[in-house]
């Protein structure tokens, strides 16, 4: 059976808990200058990036996916882990004189979030554009469809094209990536894509770069999926759109991962039926994406959950 590829980053990530409101330590009526500082009080070190998220995510649900990413010299101990879950790295290119990418991540008691990146070895990604390429191209008949999830734009973009020449249908899921990408990139790359992921803000974002309505972004590309946090999520089909209720959790502990968590249940629920698409199919992939969402939600870090 044909497998799904995700491309996208691979990271350590530090995750902090603030015990109040970000809100309440801003000064909001300063414009001219922001110096904030924020006294966390709990710390976690967790496997992370995008598309080790996803990968953890599907092997949760007994799928393999094919990882495609870039890691640094710092990569042993994500590797280890990778192998104690059965999910294979062979994909990972290393990147032997940078470190691994590292994302901090601060959590106040609303679910808000800050986020400070360091792309470390993900930086160095254009000179490996022709190697990302052909691992593509080389596994392109055991590949069903990818999805491209946020990553320094280089891989993002040697992804995407790796994908249209080789004829691999792909979710763009541009995330905290959408800066990179200038108005023109990423409309071309929506059409070309049978489908985006995006959260609210992001859907809103896009919306602003593309100058457009919600309307004419739904029908830029077959399926638009929206998540919206503890309303659930959207899917347009086609231009019609599909409700998804969310999976309450038992109790909320950190939202971190949670978007990706979702990802990987839609596409595997989409898998099977991905040759006909209908929006019967599209309904039990949003249920299931909401499914391992809500389980991710309950614990602190990405990859931390019992499988489902």
Not at 128 to 146: G, H, N, V
Not at 161 to 166: F, K, R, S, T
Not at 167 to 183: C, E, N, R, S, Y
Request: charged share 20%.
């Amino acid at each position: 059976m044909a497998k799904i590829l995700v491309s996208g980053s691979i990271a350590y990530d530090y995750l902090y808990t603030f015990p109040g409101i970000f809100q309440d330590q801003l000064m909001l009526s300063s414009k001219d200058a922001l110096s904030v500082a924020f006294n966390v009080t709990g710390k976690t070190v967790n496997f992370g990036g995008c598309a080790g998220n996803i990968a953890f995510n599907a092997k949760s649900l007994g799928e393999d996916f094919i990882l495609l990413g870039i890691a640094g010299k710092d990569f042993k101990e994500y590797r280890e882990w990778m192998s104690q879950n059965d999910i294979e790295t062979n994909g990972v290119i290393i990147e032997d004189k940078e470190y691994t990418a590292q994302a901090s991540v601060v959590t106040d008691q609303k679910g808000q979030q800050i986020t400070v990146f360091y792309e470390g070895a993900a930086a160095k990604s254009a000179k490996y554009a022709a190697k990302i390429k052909k691992a593509i191209k080389s596994q392109k008949d055991d590949i069903s469809f990818a999805i491209v999830s946020p990553n320094n734009r280089d891989f993002m973009m040697a992804s995407i094209e790796a994908c249209v020449e080789n004829q691999i249908p792909f979710f763009f899921d541009p995330g905290q990536a959408m800066p990179l990408f200038k108005p023109e990139e990423l409309l071309e790359i929506v059409k070309k894509s049978i489908g985006v992921f995006l959260n609210e803000y992001e859907f809103d974002l896009l919306a602003q770069k593309l100058k457009i309505g919600d309307e004419q972004l739904h029908k830029l590309t077959r399926i638009t999926v929206v998540t919206l946090g503890k309303k659930g999520s959207n899917i347009w089909f086609n231009g019609n759109e599909i409700n998804i209720k969310p999976v309450k959790p038992e109790n909320i502990v950190d939202p971190t991962g949670c978007g990706d968590a979702y990802r990987a249940g839609f596409l595997i629920g989409i898998q099977e039926g991905f040759a006909k698409l209908t929006p019967e199919v599209l309904e039990r992939a949003g249920n299931l994406g909401s499914k391992v969402a809500s389980t991710c939600l309950q614990v602190s870090g990405t990859q931390n959950h019992a499988a489902i």
